[in-house]
T-cell receptor, first 112, second 113 residues
Framework: DQQVKQNSPSLSVQEGRISILNCDYTNSMFDYFLWYKKYPAEGPTFLISISSIKDKNEDGRFTVFLNKSAKHLSLHIVPSQPGDSAVYFCAASDRNTGKLIFGQGTTLQVKP | DTGVSQNPRHKITKRGQNVTFRCDPISEHNRLYWYRQTLGQGPEFLTYFQNEAQLEKSRLLSDRFSAERPKGSFSTLEIQRTEQGDSAMYLC???????????FGPGTRLTVL
């Protein structure tokens, strides 16, 4: 069973506009969520995280929103830049073990 | 460079051969995780260590897979009698015990012919 889902395999946006990447989860025991960015042939790079006690966390151009009742989180990138083009993974953490459960990823393309 | 390192970066082997990968975590990180990623999927958890103790193994980790972290520092992942289905990117990550952010290495790309 896919406990973390990213239903959009790809997203294309114009440079300077907002990119919104979505993620849904099913396990209410998850209490920490992370977004990673991945370029081909490299390991995932940590971007931003959010604890389940918060509903928003912001870091520069990146903001993550958490809606616990809907079991949904989203990553907003404003303004989008061509260098943001990559695969973005949503992950949920079980604090008891620390292991991460990843979504399938969304490929973001930012066009100049 | 004080990040997570993995060696080798690429490994091509013939079916039936044994392979071993190494991961050097960020120093002072007590937790070390192994994940596997196949094309079009997110990383999948394989196993993790707290210091030298292996605390959990995924059911994805068949008997042909073994991982060690003998001194609580670097870790090795060995695959015996490799199969074509083992072809994937093997990722290592580390974190402090009481924090949740895992930092990943560049991965080892395994190709089994």
């Amino acid at each position: 069973d896919q406990q973390v889902k990213q239903n959009s395999p790809s997203l294309s946006v114009q440079e300077g506009r907002i990119s919104i990447l979505n993620c849904d989860y099913t396990n209410s025991m998850f209490d920490y969520f992370l977004w990673y960015k991945k370029y081909p042939a490299e390991g995932p790079t940590f971007l931003i995280s959010i604890s389940s006690i918060k509903d928003k966390n912001e870091d520069g151009r990146f903001t993550v929103f958490l809606n616990k009742s809907a079991k949904h989180l989203s990553l907003h990138i404003v303004p989008s830049q061509p260098g943001d083009s990559a695969v973005y993974f949503c992950a949920a953490s079980d604090r008891n073990t620390g292991k991460l459960i990843f979504g399938q990823g969304t490929t973001l393309q930012v066009k100049p | 460079d004080t990040g997570v390192s993995q060696n080798p970066r690429h490994k091509i082997t013939k079916r039936g051969q044994n392979v071993t990968f190494r991961c050097d975590p960020i120093s002072e990180h007590n937790r070390l995780y192994w994940y596997r990623q196949t094309l079009g999927q997110g990383p999948e958890f394989l196993t993790y260590f707290q210091n030298e103790a292996q605390l959990e193994k995924s059911r994805l980790l068949s008997d042909r897979f073994s991982a060690e972290r003998p001194k609580g520092s670097f870790s090795t992942l060995e695959i015996q009698r490799t199969e074509q289905g083992d072809s994937a990117m093997y990722l290592c990550a580390s974190s402090l015990v009481h924090t949740d952010t895992q930092y990943f290495g560049p991965g080892t790309r395994l190709t089994v012919l």
